[in-house]
């Protein structure tokens, strides 16, 4: 899986806790268990918006440390649990196609940190413009 998915997939697995799947509301259960109705199985749409900074700020209050996600590609990468490293800062870069200087690690990390915001909100995220 590319870094881009495991960012999406991390941050999309937090907000459907609930449910195993992101799968539509019908009936999936073709018999409900003992005397449940399947209605539960309706309460979130795999088209609703997920709230990626609602998520990540509630991961933020969890972590250890403090990590200023809202800025830096970097804390973004550690608060996921993903490898920060420069190494793979520039595969990420190259995944979203990043034409600058990938030596310029300070450029490359403040486009990757806004790249990284709009494809999720490109992906059914809700993030606020301020992050965008």
Not at 2 to 31: C, M, N, V
């Amino acid at each position: 899986m590319s870094i881009f998915g495991t960012i999406l997939s991390t941050i999309f697995g937090h907000a459907g806790a609930a449910p195993p799947a992101a799968t539509p509301a019908t009936t999936t259960p073709a018999t409900p268990p003992a005397g449940q109705t399947p209605a539960p199985v309706a309460t979130p749409a795999p088209s609703a918006p997920v709230d990626v900074a609602a998520i990540l700020t509630d991961l933020a209050a969890k972590a250890p440390q403090k990590l200023n996600w809202q800025q830096s590609i970097v804390d973004l990468m550690k608060l996921l649990g993903l490898d920060n490293s420069l190494a793979a800062r520039k595969q990420l870069a190259e995944e979203l196609h990043y034409t600058g200087d990938t030596n310029d690690s300070a450029s490359m990390n403040v486009w990757l940190h806004r790249q990284v915001m709009q494809k999720l909100a490109e992906n059914g995220g809700k993030v606020p413009d301020d992050l965008k």
